[in-house]
């Protein structure tokens, strides 16, 4: 796969989860959508957990894609002639 196709999948999921998380830390769980983990009809409770995993992955995706950003390494080690 591309390296800058793997980056800009990881930029857009990493912010994906961060507004995910807002969406878990704003609105209790009968106002979540229904497609979304944690929602329940009769529960007023917010899911700080669930939004906390949410950050979490935000961060792991944004490292990984600050790391695949970096330079390539070689491949092979430099010689050591004199």
Same mark, same amino acid.
């Given at each position: 796969m591309n390296k800058a196709l793997l980056i800009g999948l990881a930029v857009i999921v990493a912010i994906a989860c961060l507004v995910l998380a807002g969406v878990y830390w704003s609105h209790p769980a009968n106002q979540l959508p229904h497609w979304l983990p944690g929602y329940s009809a009769s529960d007023?409770?917010?899911?700080?957990?669930?939004?906390? /995993? &949410?950050? @979490?992955? !935000?961060? /792991? &995706?944004? @490292?990984? !894609?600050?790391?695949?950003?970096?330079p390539k390494?070689?491949?092979?080690?430099?010689?050591?002639?004199q």
């Open positions: 007023t409770a917010v899911h700080v957990k669930h939004g906390l /995993a &949410a950050v @979490i992955l !935000a961060i /792991a &995706a944004g @490292i990984f !894609a600050w790391f695949q950003s970096g390494r070689p491949t092979t080690p430099p010689s050591t002639d």
